[in-house]
C-alpha cells in the first residue's frame, strides 16, 4: 500500500512515515468496506434544534430548578454562601434559552396561521398587494422639453487625482515665501 499523499510505500502503521498522513483508513476505502458518512449519522450525535414547546418549557423549569438548588446551596450548605450564586449563570441561561424557544415556536405558529389565511396568489391583484405604490405618469411634452439631456458643453469632466495633493503644496509654497 502507498500514501495517498506522498506515495511512499506504507505498512501496517496509522500515520505516513514520510509525510505524516493518516493513512489508517485507506485499506478500508480500497477494499469499499468504508461508508460514507450520511446527513443522517452526523444529525444522530447533534441535538433537534428545531424550537418546540416541550423543548421551552422544560429549559425554563431546568433553570427555575437551577435557581431552587441555588438558594439551597446558599442557605443550607456550610460555605455554601460562596459560591452559590454561581448556579445562577446555568439557571438564566437555561431561562432565557427556554423564553427564546417559546418566541420562535409563538412566531412560527404566527406565520403558519397568516399563511393559511391569507387567499391563495393567484387571487392577489397588484393593486391589493402591501406596499403597491402605481407608476409615475408618463410626463408631457412641456415636461419633457424642460428634463432635457445635458449637452457634451455643460458635462463636467473627473477631477483629478492629484489636485488635491497640489493644492497643499501650492499653500505650502505660498506660506513659505
Not at 478500508?28 to 424550537?51: C, I, V
Not at 428634463?147 to 493644492?167: F, M, Q, V, Y
Request: net charge positive; hydrophobic share 35%; glycine share 8%.
Amino acid at each position: 500500500m502507498y500514501c495517498p499523499r506522498c506515495a511512499a510505500r506504507v505498512e501496517g502503521t496509522k500515520f505516513c512515515r514520510s509525510c505524516g498522513a493518516n493513512v489508517s483508513l485507506v485499506p478500508q476505502a480500497l477494499t469499499g468496506e468504508l461508508q460514507p458518512e450520511t446527513e443522517e449519522g452526523r444529525r444522530s450525535h447533534r441535538k433537534d434544534k428545531t424550537p418546540s414547546m416541550e423543548r421551552a418549557a422544560n429549559n425554563v423549569f431546568t433553570g427555575i430548578g437551577f435557581i431552587l438548588v441555588a438558594l439551597a446551596v446558599w442557605r443550607f450548605f456550610p460555605g455554601g454562601f460562596v459560591w452559590w450564586f454561581w448556579l445562577l449563570i446555568p439557571a438564566f441561561s437555561m431561562i432565557g434559552s427556554g423564553i427564546g424557544q417559546y418566541l420562535k415556536v409563538r412566531e412560527i405558529d404566527r406565520k403558519r396561521e397568516q399563511y393559511l389565511a391569507s387567499p391563495p396568489p393567484s387571487q392577489h391583484s397588484a393593486q391589493s398587494m402591501p406596499g403597491y405604490t402605481p407608476p409615475l405618469a408618463m410626463p408631457t411634452h412641456d415636461d419633457q422639453a424642460s428634463l432635457s439631456a445635458p449637452t457634451t458643453s455643460d458635462l463636467k469632466g473627473p477631477g483629478s487625482i492629484i489636485e488635491h495633493t497640489t493644492r497643499h503644496l501650492e499653500s505650502n509654497k505660498k506660506e513659505s515665501e
